[in-house]
Antibody, heavy 122, light 109 residues
Framework: EVQLVQSGAEVKKPGESLKISCKGSGYSFTSYWIGWVRQMPGKGLEWMGIIYPGDSDTRYSPSFQGQVTISADKSISTAYLQWSSLKASDTAMYYC???????????????WGQGTMVTVSS | QSVLTQPPSASGTPGQRVTISCSGS????????VNWYQQLPGTAPKLLIY???QRPSGVPDRFSGSKSGTSASLAISGLQSEDEADYYCAAWDDSLNGLFGGGTKLTVL
């Protein structure tokens, strides 16, 4: 079964760092782009950025450039989203999702992780 | 405010046909394909329509998509109570950034 499994919920304080993960299985992890999507409480979906695990080519939305870092470790089929200094406004559900077609950038996301809830509060 | 514009809400009674619109521009919908996602309460989004009008395996043919110029539409026929969800259109822009619409909350009356 093709699936993405994300790490568990996190509760952090402002200023702390965080790295959440997304592990792919059931397919060739290096061949499909993996994107990250933010959903703030009660709000819509926002595209944050995307990575190609095969060569770590990474693109960011202008809204998130410099705010987060997307990476991947193809040896363990895992993509990451990290913050160096969290803010209360980073409180949200974060989803990873896989592009539907191997090696194609700009495709639909056909497989989604279950989401990781990040809460930032003092 | 999202670059792709959707109505915030839509509603219909069981059995009815409802449509949800998504308006963009020449640099996104006008030059790239549109995808639609369904998000049931408390769950991750699910791909509903891709490449404007294609249904992934397992998606009922009650769901259909279309695109014309810089706008796209999702139609749901034979509305059912389990269709109550948030629906998002999505496209890529010419700068290769992903875009989502603001979402439409569908209520089945």
């Amino acid at each position: 079964e093709v699936q993405l499994v994300q790490s568990g919920a996190e509760v952090k304080k402002p200023g702390e760092s965080l790295k959440i993960s997304c592990k792919g299985s059931g397919y060739s992890f290096t061949s499909y782009w993996i994107g990250w999507v933010r959903q703030m409480p009660g709000k819509g979906l926002e595209w944050m950025g995307i990575i190609y695990p095969g060569d770590s080519d990474t693109r960011y939305s202008p809204s998130f450039q410099g705010q987060v870092t997307i990476s991947a470790d193809k040896s363990i089929s895992t993509a990451y989203l990290q913050w160096s200094s969290l803010k209360a406004s980073d409180t949200a559900m974060y989803y990873c999702a896989r592009s539907a077609t191997a090696m194609v950038y700009g495709d639909a996301f056909d497989i989604w992780g279950q989401g990781t809830m990040v809460t930032v509060s003092s | 405010q999202s670059v792709l514009t959707q109505p915030p809400s839509a509603s219909g009674t069981p059995g009815q046909r409802v449509t949800i619109s998504c308006s963009g521009s020449s640099s996104n919908i006008g030059s790239n394909t549109v995808n639609w996602y369904q998000q049931l309460p408390g769950t991750a989004p699910k791909l509903l329509i891709y490449s404007n009008n294609q249904r992934p395996s397992g998606v009922p043919d009650r769901f259909s998509g279309s695109k014309s110029g810089t706008s796209a539409s999702l139609a749901i026929s034979g509305l059912q109570s389990e269709d109550e969800a948030d629906y998002y259109c999505a496209a890529w822009d010419d700068s290769l950034n992903g875009l989502f619409g603001g979402g439409t909350k569908l209520t089945v009356l």
